[in-house]
Nanobody, 126 residues
Framework: QVQLVESGGGLVQAGGSLRLSCAASDRTFSRYAMGWFRQAPGKEREFVAG????????DYTDSVKGRFTISRDNAKNTVYLHMNSLKPEDTAVYYCAADSRFSAGVTTIYGLYNYWGQGTQVTVSS
């Protein structure tokens, strides 16, 4: 059972930056594709960014391309989401997720992730 703990959320003005972190409890972290999802009030949870096992392949939803960067440090069992040029529409609870299928690619599908963190709130004021 992998435990994921997110941190780094908060309140920021539009145009500002935040870095989210997700620490995993499992030493086999390097075998998991990782992803970030977000859920705004009244909306479904959506894929934001994903990274493969080794960290050399990433994918993003169109609305964050060029503004967000996902990265991972397998030595620290941690995945990050660097968020720049934040907009009010980025306001949501952000969730970290792990795909333990030992797949080499980036996982973008919600249903393929089997471990989830508790979420961290990101609020962007205009």
């Amino acid at each position: 059972q992998v435990q994921l703990v997110e941190s780094g959320g908060g309140l920021v003005q539009a145009g500002g930056s935040l870095r989210l972190s997700c620490a995993a409890s499992d030493r086999t972290f390097s075998r998991y594709a990782m992803g970030w999802f977000r859920q705004a009030p009244g909306k479904e949870r959506e894929f934001v960014a994903g990274i493969n096992l080794s960290g050399d392949s990433t994918d993003y939803t169109d609305s964050v391309k060029g503004r967000f960067t996902i990265s991972r440090d397998n030595a620290k069992n941690t995945v990050y989401l660097h968020m720049n040029s934040l907009k009010p529409e980025d306001t949501a609870v952000y969730y970290c997720a792990a795909d333990s299928r030992f797949s080499a690619g980036v996982t973008t599908i919600y249903g393929l992730y089997n471990y989830w963190g508790q979420g961290t709130q990101v609020t962007v004021s205009s």
